[in-house]
């Protein structure tokens, strides 16, 4: 005991040496007729009212410096057997050192400043819950195990992040979960190396290695209910501390096009959404690759009063179809980037002068035809159908690929795109599982009695 | 571990597929001579090698031909024959691209250069044949369910229209009592030559058991049979001598009335480009693997040694297609059809060699 002790003692000196240049250390002794104890917290991370009121009050009411030992060490939260790393982690973090009767106890009074739950903003629906995550884990996994209240949902956790000190949960069903999953999963994030962790999208670039992928593989949902309908699948579910946003992986392309929404309406309906947004998709990745190989290189393809509409249109305009897209793609794509960024106060002003007074005066001043501000406005339109950010992006990217492949080669070129691209989903794995293949074929099969 | 259904994908892919890969050329050369003998007499015997085939094979759950060779024949002889079949496999995927890049030529950019054409072909298959066989089954589906719609479609288009000529199909089935030949008989069971694609993409069945292998007759039959009397019903019994792709200007004799594309040549075109592009891959992959398996070592190579072998083995099934640019179509036809000579022996000599290993393999295991 006396030998703990003594590297206590050692470790008291130690702490304070390597906090000093804090301004906000608070190192107090309280003095009572019973006994003493020495209190080292940093004022900062701590939080005060629970301090006063579990702490010091305590203390002068009992009157016993033994009961109040049992009291404090007995508390929910603290910790007592620690070594010196461990000791200056917890101070760093909200802990508070307190010494009595010559050992050291770390009481648990972090003070967290956080927003309350709010609705959600990147994927609302129309109906259905609509709480988002917040930035604060404990908050998040309360909003979490309401939702799936289960023995089976299991949770690790870990601290990811040399100086963030990052707490990253991993919640995942144990009876429907992959197991290979989640031991890749355990492999990468132990072996995980940075400083400072504060995005969920970090982590996720982090976990899936290659850097040349374009595809998103795992889904960054600030849903609650998207968690737990993706735990119930056997997805594992990845939540970090300060931010309100959670990883759920193995994802599937087609995961990407599912909107909660899809499950609260009538089946047709939410069939019918599906196949509008897969329209969509389809729709933003070849509209201006398609256009393009109808103006330069196979008018032939389609009807002959289309083909004259659309090169009437483009009879003042002096530049091939390519260049047309690409400017009216660029300066669509610019006023996206714009109304993101811009205060709410203005972003509307931005899309009115950008959208409107833009697109009419390039067409009256001939440089783009208009059936091409039709097609630029379909494109960015048919974009936003998809209901994760991430996999949009990515599909906001991909579409020019086929429009430079289209302005090489014409219609060879776009098909040649396409049969790559589906070729490319159909090679890809999140975690294991194949990324992109007929699954609903699977289930016709067993529906008919597993016969394949 | 790939289900069955795939298969039938690979089986579907290479029926499909012939529609343009000089069958139908060879089956109206001698439409007056046997070709629908053959028709029926390539059936029966394509359904039974599938079946052979596939029974056969499905006594080696997991493996493909190198594995099979490799275990069970002399070292010398297994790399031999794995050269020769990887040939094979190349020339079949080698045939189909050459014969698009003249049909991308002739009916939908005549201005750009074949070899643009030719280079932008190979890229595709070349980056995409290296996949895994798995990604590549899981592809090929994708393209057999966008395209098949579309080739329904055009067929049942092209059977409706009011100005289709019964009268020549009927004249062409009173030539029926001739003997078959031998060019028409393997330019029939090319139809069902999908199975040999197993030869690698084995390696991910395990335990293929086949039900109703009669559908794959009836579905190979029914495709000849529309392979070779459409055309016959559009161009008539003569004149349907001067069309070098049939099915190419068949389709183009098609208009679709209540549509933004008017001609049905270019739904035809986007459904058998990318059919045939995910053909090429497939039989590539095939070609690649069988390469890989003749010249392998025992012992295992980097990641990056592997990767310049297959590089290079791909450079030289480029090479070949590139060499090959330089044909006429008329010799480039003489290379296909003796292409699906050889290949029926081929066929034959597979089926042949696959027997003797599995008595030879039966009787080590008793």
């Known amino acids: ?452 | 571990m790939a289900k069955s259904r795939y298969f039938y994908c690979l089986f579907l892919m290479n029926s499909l597929i012939n529609i343009i890969n000089y069958v139908p050329r060879e089956l109206i050369d001698r439409r007056f001579a046997g070709a629908l003998t053959s028709i029926l007499i390539g059936t029966i015997f394509g359904t039974l090698f599938v079946y052979i085939f596939t029974v056969l094979i499905a006594k080696f759950p997991g493996k493909g031909f190198p594995e099979i060779f490799h275990s069970l024949l002399p070292k010398k002889l297994a790399r031999t024959l794995l050269l020769l079949f990887a040939g094979l496999w190349c020339v079949a995927g080698g045939v189909t691209l050459l014969s698009f890049v003249d049909i991308t030529l002739r009916f939908i950019s005549p201005d750009s250069s074949p070899y643009t054409v030719v280079i932008s072909f190979l890229v595709l298959v070349c980056i995409c044949c290296r996949f895994d066989s798995l990604s590549i089954l899981y592809g090929l589906e994708i393209i057999l369910s966008v395209t098949l719609p579309l080739i329904i479609y055009g067929l049942v288009k092209a059977l409706t229209n009011p100005d289709f000529n019964w009268d020549s199909v009927l004249q062409v089935t009173t030539y029926f009592w001739h003997k078959p030949d031998l060019m028409s008989l393997s330019a029939a069971t090319f139809s069902f030559s999908g199975y040999l694609n197993l030869a690698i993409f084995n390696r991910v069945f395990h335990g293929l058991k086949l039900k109703h292998v009669w559908i794959l007759g009836v579905e190979g039959l029914s495709v000849l049979l529309l392979t070779f009397l459409v055309p016959i019903g559009y161009f008539g019994t003569v004149a349907i001598d001067r069309h070098v792709y049939t099915w190419f200007s068949t389709a183009d004799s098609i208009r679709m009335e209540n549509f933004i594309i008017e001609r049905m040549l270019f739904i035809f075109y986007f459904a058998y480009l990318s059919l045939s592009l995910v053909s090429v891959i497939v039989h590539w992959h095939g070609g690649l693997e069988l390469l890989k398996g003749a010249i392998s070592s025992v012992k295992k190579q980097s990641p990056k040694a592997e990767r310049w072998k297959e590089w290079s083995i791909l450079g030289l099934f480029s090479a070949m297609v590139l060499s090959l640019m330089g044909l006429d179509q008329y010799e480039l036809n003489m290379f296909g059809a003796w292409f699906l000579q050889i290949r029926w022996f081929g066929e034959m000599f597979i089926i042949a060699l696959l027997f003797y290993c599995y008595r030879k393999a039966r009787r080590g295991s008793l």
């Not at chain 1, 009767?101 to 629906?125: H, K, L, P, Q, Y």
């Not at chain 1, 429907?176 to 890749?184: F, K, M, S």
């Not at chain 1, 970090?202 to 949902?221: H, Q, W, Y």
Request: hydrophobic share 45%; glycine share 6%.
């Open chain 1, 1 to 452: 005991m006396s030998v703990q002790q003594d590297k206590h003692n050692v470790s008291l000196e130690w702490i304070k040496d390597q906090l000093n240049g804090f301004a906000d250390l608070i190192d107090r002794t309280l003095v009572a007729p019973f006994g003493q104890i020495d209190l080292l917290y940093i004022k900062s991370v701590a939080d005060g009212q629970i301090l006063s009121r579990n702490v010091i009050t305590p203390f002068y009411e009992m009157e016993n410096i033994n009961a109040y030992h049992n009291y404090i060490t007995t508390y929910p939260g603290t910790e007592e057997e620690t070594t010196r790393e461990k000791a200056i982690e917890l101070l760093l973090s909200g802990y508070i050192l307190l010494g009595l009767n010559d050992t050291f106890c770390f009481f648990d009074a972090m003070n967290r400043e956080i927003s309350g739950v709010n609705e959600t903003s990147a994927e609302s629906i129309s109906q259905g819950p609509s709480d988002a995550l917040t930035e604060d884990i404990a908050i998040n996994l309360n909003m979490i195990r309401r939702r799936y209240q289960s023995t089976n949902l299991k949770m690790e956790t870990m601290v990811i992040g040399d100086v963030s000190k990052t707490k990253v949960a991993i919640l995942y069903d144990i009876t429907r979960v992959d197991p290979n999953v989640l031991a890749e999963l355990r492999e990468k994030m132990n072996t995980l190396k940075v400083d400072i962790l504060q995005a969920t999208g970090e982590l996720e670039k982090f976990i899936s290695s290659d850097s040349l992928r374009i595809l998103p593989k795992s889904i960054v949902t600030e849903r609650p209910d998207r968690v737990v309908f993706n735990l119930s699948e056997g997805k594992v579910a990845i939540l970090l501390d300060t931010t309100g946003y959670a990883i759920v992986l193995p994802s599937i392309f087609n995961d990407f096009f599912t909107s909660m929404d899809d499950k609260i309406q009538l089946p047709i309906v939410g069939r019918f959404l599906k196949l509008l947004r897969i329209i969509g998709v389809c729709m933003t990745l070849w509209l201006p690759a398609i256009y393009v190989t109808l103006t330069a290189y196979n008018p032939e393809i389609i009807r002959v009063q289309v083909a004259l509409l659309i090169s009437g249109s483009r009879a003042t305009v002096p530049y091939p179809s390519f260049v047309e897209v690409l400017l009216m793609l660029m300066m669509m794509e610019f006023l996206t980037e714009a109304s993101l960024r811009l205060p709410k106060a203005i972003g509307p002003t931005a899309t009115t002068v950008g959208g409107l007074i833009l697109g009419q005066a390039a067409t009256a001043a001939g440089l783009v035809g208009n059936i091409m501000i039709i097609l630029v406005s379909a494109v960015a339109i048919s974009n936003f159908l998809i209901p994760l950010n991430m996999m949009s992006l990515s599909i906001r990217v991909l579409k020019y690929i086929f429009l430079f492949a289209a302005a090489f080669l014409g219609l060879v070129g776009v098909v040649v795109c396409v049969v790559g691209f589906a070729m490319y989903l159909c090679n890809q794995r999140s975690f294991g599982q194949p990324y992109f293949r007929l699954f609903f074929l699977d289930n016709l099969g067993k529906k008919k009695g597993g016969e394949h």
